[in-house]
């Protein structure tokens, strides 16, 4: 089953208000996906566990399969694209 990217947009904006998040279907399957994420909740933490925050968010779609993979770049507010 692919996973649907807005949902996984969803997730991750309902985890972390005030994000910008970009959900990428890395391989054309639908299950190992890219996020991109913008988020002030970064402030003051390592990368680390930014990605951890991100993971956790959609944790229920790594439990359930319909996500493989998922490669995660973290940016704080004021970090350039």
Do not use: C, N, W, Y
Not at 59 to 75: K, M, N, P, Q, Y
């Amino acid at each position: 089953m692919a996973a649907d990217l807005d949902e996984i947009k969803a997730m991750i904006e309902r985890t972390l208000p005030g994000s910008e998040v970009v959900v990428l279907d890395e391989t054309g399957t639908g299950d190992h996906l890219r996020a991109v994420v913008r988020a002030p909740q970064f402030e003051g933490i390592g990368r680390l566990q930014q990605h951890r925050l991100v993971k956790a968010a959609v944790r229920d779609r790594f439990e359930d399969g319909t996500i493989h993979a998922l490669s995660v770049t973290t940016l704080r507010p004021d970090d350039p694209a």
